[in-house]
């Protein structure tokens, strides 16, 4: 995987996860592969004007992991240790999921890097 720096466990445990069932059910390595990278992945920095008139720069990313089956569907999570293998790693799991449901969607998922909890709903949304 390009650019995996290993911060997030659950990434580490879903391709581990990955490799496994591949094995088990003998998929093609070349599949496994395919199964394992994201097709798209965004890194954004993002400025917003706070309730108090101060200029936050905000950074970001989003994920595309397969779209294969049809659009790529997901939520963004705002956390302030958010980070692209997380993102990644949820994104692969929204393909997943997506499947087994037999839904004509790819999995995909953003991130930005923030506490929400922080944030008035008017500088969340802009």
Do not use: W
């Amino acid at each position: 995987m390009v650019g995996n720096d290993g911060s997030s466990p659950l990434l580490r445990e879903l391709l581990e996860r990955i490799d496994r069932v591949c094995r088990f059910l003998g998929i093609e390595p070349y599949l496994c592969q395919i199964l394992k990278n994201c097709q798209r992945e965004l890194i954004v920095s993002f400025p917003v004007k706070m309730d108090n008139g101060d200029i936050r720069v905000f950074h970001g990313y989003r994920v595309h992991h397969n779209i294969t089956r049809g659009p790529a569907k997901g939520g963004i999570r705002y956390h302030p240790e958010v980070n692209l293998d997380e993102i990644r790693a949820l994104a692969m799991l929204m393909t997943f999921k997506c499947a087994v449901v037999n839904i004509p969607f790819g999995g995909a998922k953003g991130g930005v890097v923030c506490n929400p909890r922080e944030l008035s709903r008017r500088e969340i949304e802009n």
